[in-house]
């Protein structure tokens, strides 16, 4: 019990503990009206750049609610500096396209006409079971059912639906249909894992004929609900 106040409180004194607090306070303060005066974005909303900016008033805010030689005008500073920074690389980013998209980063086709599309693949950041988790929380069953998906710049998933009269077979989502198949001599139509491709019948030599990859699994055509 004794070794756990010393850690707790070793070396602390008691005028300083409220003075951490009043600075903690202020600084609160400073970040939320400095997020205020930025505008209001969401988490998921956020880009890399505007990410950057948070970790850097993060920083600036936590030295001094604790630091007793560092006083708050100096975060103060930093703050003002930071937002200015801000403003201006906006007013840039607005004005030069090429400049947006090298902090930003552009959309990215994900699915195209009920597959996964294959030049961006190299680009993407993202596992494939992660946009299965995106699409399944859009209540989406399988790629049959997506006209197109774009990875926004933010990290969201926008997808376009097809008409329930135009959904196709398509590669499964969940995990009780995302399942490989081995030795299945069955009807199909079978659905590439990697690409969502869709064939009638598995290929000789078992490869599909869009990327080259040999994992299938049964593809299905159910409407959304």
């Not at 503990?17 to 009206?33: D, G, N, S, Y």
């Not at 805010?61 to 201006?88: C, E, H, N, R, W």
């Not at 086709?109 to 993407?124: C, I, K, P, S």
């Not at 080259?212 to 609900?225: D, F, I, P």
Request: charged share 20%; hydrophobic share 45%; proline share 4%.
């Amino acid at each position: 019990m004794e070794r756990l106040s010393d850690v707790l409180f070793s070396g602390s004194q008691t005028e300083f503990l409220l003075e951490i607090f009043i600075r903690t306070f202020i600084m609160f303060l400073l970040v939320l009206l400095v997020l205020r005066l930025l505008g209001r974005r969401g988490v998921r909303q956020l880009t890399l750049f505007e990410m950057a900016m948070i970790i850097s008033l993060g920083s600036a805010a936590g030295d001094p609610m604790f630091q007793d030689d560092l006083p708050i005008s100096y975060a103060v500073i930093v703050f003002m500096t930071v937002v200015l920074l801000y403003k201006g690389i906006t007013w840039i980013v607005m004005k030069y396209r090429p400049m947006e998209k090298m902090l930003e980063g552009a959309a990215l086709t994900v699915v195209q006409d009920g597959m996964f599309a294959l030049e961006e693949d190299r680009d993407l950041t993202f596992s494939k079971m992660e946009f299965f988790s995106e699409l399944r929380n859009l209540s989406v069953e399988h790629l049959g059912q997506v006209r197109e998906g774009v990875l926004e710049v933010d990290g969201t998933l926008s997808v376009l639906f097809y008409e329930p009269s135009q959904v196709r077979f398509g590669l499964a989502l969940f995990p009780s249909r995302y399942r490989e198949i081995s030795g299945y001599h069955g009807p199909g139509p079978f659905a590439c894992m990697f690409c969502g491709k869709v064939i009638k019948e598995i290929p000789v030599g078992k490869e599909c004929p869009r990327c080259s990859r040999n994992r299938w699994a049964l593809a299905m055509n159910t409407q959304r609900v």
